[in-house]
């Protein structure tokens, strides 16, 4: 296992889109987090809103490139051919699988904390001056807050699980474009029908059972009764999502031809 | 090993719209061959279709405890109305003419509607209140009608057949400031006029009515639509509150020329009774008439219906997971070659790139529309009659607004492709390619749409901007600017015009493919 991961991880760092992988997941997830936090307004001073979770929008973006990052682990080395190789030097399919999990987890979980703080400390700068912020009587956004170190935790983690539920789809899929359009299908269509479902119960189901909306549910800080499920059975939800797609591809991985 | 050294030795039979179509079949040839694509878009078809009728069947939701009929309130262009005033009129007989003087204009809202108290009431300006004088065809349910009215906050104004709306002299209505309302009638034609003096009279607007009967009905109405409050885009999808609300109008100088063969006036409260639930509590409709002052109560709106049905993109929902797997064709039809290295085959038979580039275009254009048109025609012909048929409240639509969504969401299909077939030419990389063309075509309707986590300012902003803009095509009905409505996009509402969202969408295309083209020109393969 040591020679795989050192393996991995070689092939991974060498790779030149990696650092820009990870730098674009960090920089698109703070961005798009400072602009949400600068376009929320609340004059009254009595909105809905949760700063929390309005300061880590840029999760929705960010998740695409982690995903990108975990998909071209695995199907970059269909691309190329390189799998073969990768296969009769390391005949034991699942180690192989087990370390690129372990790195893709390991590059995403440092990754995610820095787009995760970057996207906090945008909120906590830019909030209070548009009326979310402890003048309005919302709580400021800190660790020392029990649902704010949830939320922020629990978004590295959500990251995490993304980046191997992609790990699992490329590897079932083999082709990377597939595989990213089956993971980004997978997350953002689930709202989507939801809304468009115009039944309340259903709408909720959908939810409940959506990777990313079940995911995001660990975000909230505020109206927790008004999300679809509880946040750590959100999580557990897109941990059971992840782990399947780990699962089946793992047997696939095992039982089919490389390449 | 770049193109130029592998000119095609046969440069002369490239020329023309003979080289033009053979590189068409070429292209056909080179889509038709490759089984995952020509399966994933038939699945991108047949998911819309399915899930189009699959919610048609399922959805029962107007009526939790059983099957069950709703009807919607038609007016004469078919569209979905809500027609709810007090009226006190008297019939009109071939020609004639009404004028009247509004010396003011009140509204009451309800407020403090709690389980241990009684629900009070204090005056409110309410924007869309109206009160004035009328002509219609009858009191039943979407007549066709002509209105002159002041209104809360939207000065005067002449409406008619419920989407019609001119606007008169600004400003409100007090005794101070009167405003002198006037309607005429001649043959089908009806003229309305204002006044602030009762001397100088200005024409707002002339409808024609056709078919209207020779006896009419025509008086004072009064009528207050729900206060609405946008509360949040976030709560529950775009929640409001609203409360009941009613409007009290003062008329005097009611002056009649012509055929008005009744002697005295009739109180209706038309299509809702005189202390429905669109009353504030303990007010109810009705008039009074005291030394040449006419005072008429009531409640509701005469206006197009905004509310309580839903629009017929309702059972598209699975054309969104179409469009994902004809956006993963699209990108992987050019960088597939990339990546076998057939692109030097391809560009070594023909040499001029840009057009490998439009043919590549027309061809995944042509069979994503395809795939477009069967799965929301079906959708829409199959899954909507079905919805209608449990129950479930559809706004009417026009049949040229049925074709417009049905043909806009095949357009829209064909234009994201060519999209992600030129960011796939630009980016070469099918993975980098669909992530860029989903994030920035599905991302931006999800976050201001479909699960709105976004303020209602940056979400109309993402949909006038991003290629997502084209998601308009869909919109159902349109919003109308004499109802104060919940006009967000989680409601279905877009910032744009449908055929303006699809042409932002199309300019995306178009710039794609621009870049691409040039890059084409400039890059080795």
């Known amino acids: ?191 989507i029908i939801a809304a468009a479902a115009g039944n309340a119960t259903v709408s909720r189901h959908l939810e409940q059972i959506g990777p990313m909306t079940a995911g995001l549910a660990i975000q909230a800080t505020t109206g927790l009764g008004s999300q679809p499920i509880s946040p750590w059975a959100g999580l557990g939800v897109l941990a059971a999502w992840a782990a399947s797609a780990l699962l089946l591809g793992g047997a696939l991985l095992r039982l089919r031809d490389a390449n | 090993m770049t193109a130029a050294t592998l000119a095609s030795p046969r440069p002369g039979r490239l020329d023309g719209d003979d080289g033009f179509a053979r590189l068409l079949h070429a292209e056909w040839t080179k889509f038709r061959t490759v089984r995952g694509w020509v399966i994933a878009v038939i699945v991108a078809a047949l998911v819309t279709l399915l899930l189009g009728v699959y919610t048609g069947a399922r959805s029962q939701n107007g009526c939790p405890y059983g099957p069950c009929h709703f009807t919607i309130a038609t007016g004469p262009g078919g569209e979905a109305v809500t027609d709810t005033y007090y009226f006190v009129h008297r019939p009109l007989t071939g020609g004639g003419t009404i004028t009247v003087r509004a010396t003011s204009l009140t509204s009451v809202v309800e407020t403090a509607v709690t389980p241990q108290g009684p629900a009070r009431t204090q005056a409110a300006l309410v924007p869309w209140s109206k009160a004035g004088l009328m002509i219609t065809a009858g009191t039943g349910q979407g007549s066709r009608y002509a209105a002159v009215m002041v209104t809360g906050g939207h000065g005067t104004r002449m409406q008619w057949n419920y989407t019609g709306d001119a606007a008169g002299l600004t400003g409100g209505v007090s005794a101070a400031s009167p405003r002198w309302l006037r309607l005429t009638r001649v043959g089908d034609v009806i003229t309305g006029y204002d006044s602030a003096d009762g001397a100088s009279w200005t024409k707002i607007g002339a409808v024609t009515l056709p078919g209207l009967t020779s006896t009419v009905q025509a008086g004072l109405f009064a009528t207050s639509p729900g206060y609405t409050q946008q509360v949040s885009q976030q709560v529950s999808g775009g929640s409001s509150t609203g409360a009941p609300t009613d409007a009290t109008a003062s008329f005097d100088r009611v002056g009649l020329q012509g055929g008005w063969p009744g002697d005295s006036w009739t109180g209706t409260s038309v299509n809702g009774g005189p202390k429905s639930i669109s009353y504030p509590a303990g007010t109810e409709a009705g008039y009074r008439e005291a030394g040449g002052t006419v005072t008429v109560t009531g409640s509701g709106d005469i206006a197009p219906g905004v509310v309580g049905a839903s629009p017929i993109d309702q059972t598209l929902a699975g054309w969104f997971i179409g469009l994902i797997a004809v956006i993963v064709v699209g990108a992987l039809f050019i960088t597939a070659e990339y990546r076998r290295g057939l692109i030097r085959v391809t560009f070594a038979a023909s040499p001029r790139r840009g057009r490998v580039l439009a043919a590549k275009a027309i061809i995944l254009g042509a069979v994503a529309f395809a795939a477009g048109l069967a799965g929301s025609a079906g959708a829409i012909a199959l899954g909507i009659p079905l919805l209608r048929g449990n129950g479930n409240a559809i706004y009417p639509t026009s049949t040229l607004t049925e074709v417009r969504v049905i043909a806009g969401t095949a357009a829209l299909t064909a234009v994201l492709a060519v999209f992600a077939l030129g960011v796939g030419a630009v980016l070469r990389h099918g993975a980098a390619t669909v992530t860029v063309v989903i994030t920035a075509v599905i991302l931006p309707y999800l976050l201001a749409a479909a699960f709105p986590v976004l303020p209602v300012a940056a979400a109309d902003w993402l949909l006038r901007v991003t290629p997502a803009a084209g998601f308009a095509i869909k919109q159902g009905i349109p919003a109308y600017s004499q109802v104060a409505g919940n006009y967000t996009p989680s409601q279905d509402y877009f910032p744009l015009a449908p055929w303006a969202g699809l042409a932002v969408s199309c300019a995306w295309a178009a710039l794609a493919l621009a870049l691409a083209a040039f890059l084409l020109q400039r890059r080795d393969a």
Not at chain 1, 16 to 29: C, D, E
Not at chain 1, 66 to 85: K, N, P, Q, R
Not at chain 1, 87 to 104: E, G, N, Q, S
Not at chain 1, 173 to 184: E, H, M, N, P, S
């Open chain 1, 1 to 191: 296992m040591k020679h795989a991961l050192h393996a991995e991880w070689t092939k991974q760092r060498t790779l030149a889109s990696t650092p820009w992988l990870l730098l674009a997941a960090a920089a698109l997830t703070i961005i798009v987090s400072a602009a949400a936090a600068a376009a929320t307004r609340c004059p009254s001073g009595a909105c809905a809103d949760d700063p929390a979770k309005v300061s880590l929008t840029g999760i929705y973006l960010g998740q695409a490139v982690v995903a990108v990052l975990a998909v071209m682990t695995v199907s970059g080395e269909y691309g190329t051919g390189m799998i073969s190789l990768t296969l009769t030097a390391m005949p034991r399919r699942l180690t192989v699988l087990a370390a690129k999990a372990a790195i893709v987890t390991g590059l995403t979980l440092i990754t995610g904390a820095i787009a995760v703080l970057g996207s906090l400390l945008a909120g906590r700068l830019i909030l209070p001056g548009h009326g979310i912020g402890p003048s309005h009587g919302y709580p400021a956004l800190s660790f020392s807050d029990d649902p704010v170190l949830r939320a922020g935790l629990g978004s590295v983690l959500y990251l995490v699980l993304i980046a191997l539920l992609s790990l699992g789809a490329a590897t079932m899929t083999r082709d990377a474009a597939a595989a990213i359009g089956a993971v980004l299908g997978l997350l953002y269509l689930f709202p």
